[in-house]
Nanobody
Framework: EVQLQASGGGLVQAGGSLRLSCAAS????????IGWFRQAPGKEREGVSC????????YYADSVKGRFTISSDNAKNTVYLQMNSLKPEDTAVYYC???????????????WGQGTQVTVSS
């Protein structure tokens, strides 16, 4: 059974940092890409970042470039999203998802984690 477990969210002041984790099981981790998405109340789910576990290619939305860093520990089947210089507009539920390759469209992803809340206060 494919499972993705997102964790690490919380409440932080603007300018602070959080590190999200996405622990994966039930599939060959090296064959998949892991993406992070977020959804704020009343807004559509948007892509934040993605990493290809096979070759380490990384992708970032313009809104988070230079502030967020995605990385992968293939030995632990875990992807991390280090979020620095957080802004109130980063407040959302963050989800990780898995698919064969990176895509900005959430519809492309077959497997999803349960989401973790990130709240950035001003």
């Amino acid at each position: 059974e494919v499972q993705l477990q997102a964790s690490g969210g919380g409440l932080v002041q603007a300018g602070g940092s959080l590190r999200l984790s996405c622990a994966a099981s039930g599939f060959t981790f090296d064959d998949y890409a892991i993406g992070w998405f977020r959804q704020a109340p009343g807004k559509e789910r948007e892509g934040v970042s993605c990493i290809s576990s096979s070759d380490g290619s990384t992708y970032y939305a313009d809104s988070v470039k230079g502030r967020f860093t995605i990385s992968s520990d293939n030995a632990k089947n875990t992807v991390y999203l280090q979020m620095n210089s957080l802004k109130p507009e980063d407040t959302a539920v963050y989800y990780c998802a898995a698919d064969w390759w990176c895509s900005w469209s959430p519809w492309e992803y077959d497997y999803w984690g349960q989401g973790t809340q990130v709240t950035v206060s001003s």
